[in-house]
Every structure is written in structure tokens, then in C-alpha cells.
């Protein structure tokens, strides 16, 4: 056999030993990621339910998904274990601030901030409400249309009916 008729083959073998070693790392991260759940951490199930671990053992985990209810998952059944800040974004819609935790270096920017606050407190407030002369004019008028049709109509007290 020539070097042309098995070059083929050889590609081929090769292109198959790469693809099992890039899916047994894929294997081994996620062995890795399943191995590292400690109770308290928040996780997404393959199905896409998000809850939090309350036990561990070593083939299943047991979940909170809510006040009262705890389910029992297949270890392999855990897509992700997610960080606290990803979780409580997900779960919660707590978002987590991080220029809320910078102090300032010095009282001044303290200060500033209440300036223009006082500022716009001093000024005269403004009605944003929409106002329009036509609709005024128009009003007394379909008032008064209204009281005479009432007058003109015949009242009725509680035994009357027009059903005949």
C-alpha cells in the first residue's frame, strides 16, 4: 500500500481522537462543576429550573426550590452551579451595585449632591398637566344639554315599570 491510498485513514483517525478529547474535557469540567456544589449554592437543572442546594450526597442533591418545597435531583441532572451575584440576578432581579459600595475620599462630594436638590425645592413647580380652552367652553354647555333632558323625561318612583 502506498502512502496516498492511507493518508485518509490517518486523517480520519486523527479527526476522531480529537473530537473524544475535546468531549472528555467537556466531561471532566462538568464532573468538576458538579463535585464543587456545597449546600447554599444557587444552580440551574438542565430543564432550566433555577433553586438552591440544600444537600448534597453522592449521586443526588437535594434542592429548594421554594418555601416548602425541596426536590430530589440526579447529580448529572445539575446544567450549572452559578455564582451568588448571577443568581440572585436571575432569581431575585437584585442587581448588584457596585458604585453603591464606593465611599468618597473627601466630605465635599457629600455636600454637593444636597446643592442641587435645594436648588430645584427653591424654584416655583411647574403643572405639566394638559389644559385646553376648547374643552372648557364645551363643558358648561353639554352640562346644561344633560339636566334638560332629564327634566324632560317622566321620573319614576319604585313601583312604576314600562314593561307592559
Given at each position: 500500500m502506498s502512502l496516498v491510498t492511507l493518508l485518509?485513514?490517518?486523517?480520519?483517525?486523527?479527526?476522531?481522537?480529537?473530537?473524544?478529547?475535546?468531549?472528555?474535557?467537556?466531561?471532566?469540567q462538568a464532573a468538576d462543576m458538579r463535585n464543587q456544589m456545597q449546600p447554599g449554592s444557587g444552580v440551574r437543572t438542565i430543564g432550566g429550573m433555577y433553586a438552591t442546594v440544600k444537600e448534597v450526597n453522592d449521586d443526588t442533591v437535594l434542592l429548594d426550590a421554594g418555601p416548602g418545597v425541596d426536590l430530589l435531583f440526579a447529580k448529572n441532572a445539575i446544567g450549572a452551579v452559578l455564582s451568588d451575584d448571577e443568581y440572585n440576578r436571575i432569581v431575585h432581579g437584585v442587581e448588584h451595585d457596585l458604585k453603591a459600595d464606593v465611599v468618597p475620599d473627601d466630605a465635599s462630594s457629600l455636600t454637593e449632591a444636597d446643592e442641587p436638590a435645594a436648588a430645584?425645592?427653591?424654584?416655583?413647580?411647574?403643572?405639566?398637566g394638559k389644559k385646553d380652552?376648547?374643552?372648557?367652553?364645551?363643558?358648561?354647555?353639554?352640562?346644561?344639554?344633560?339636566?334638560?333632558?332629564?327634566?324632560?323625561?317622566?321620573?319614576?318612583?319604585?313601583?312604576?315599570?314600562?314593561?307592559?
Amino acid at each position: 500500500m502506498s502512502l496516498v491510498t492511507l493518508l485518509p485513514f490517518i486523517v480520519l483517525i486523527g479527526a476522531m481522537f480529537l473530537m473524544t478529547r475535546s468531549a472528555k474535557k467537556k466531561q471532566q469540567q462538568a464532573a468538576d462543576m458538579r463535585n464543587q456544589m456545597q449546600p447554599g449554592s444557587g444552580v440551574r437543572t438542565i430543564g432550566g429550573m433555577y433553586a438552591t442546594v440544600k444537600e448534597v450526597n453522592d449521586d443526588t442533591v437535594l434542592l429548594d426550590a421554594g418555601p416548602g418545597v425541596d426536590l430530589l435531583f440526579a447529580k448529572n441532572a445539575i446544567g450549572a452551579v452559578l455564582s451568588d451575584d448571577e443568581y440572585n440576578r436571575i432569581v431575585h432581579g437584585v442587581e448588584h451595585d457596585l458604585k453603591a459600595d464606593v465611599v468618597p475620599d473627601d466630605a465635599s462630594s457629600l455636600t454637593e449632591a444636597d446643592e442641587p436638590a435645594a436648588a430645584a425645592s427653591d424654584e416655583k413647580s411647574v403643572d405639566l398637566g394638559k389644559k385646553d380652552e376648547t374643552d372648557k367652553t364645551e363643558e358648561p354647555s353639554e352640562a346644561v344639554a344633560a339636566e334638560a333632558k332629564t327634566e324632560d323625561a317622566p321620573k319614576k318612583t319604585e313601583g312604576d315599570s314600562d314593561a307592559k
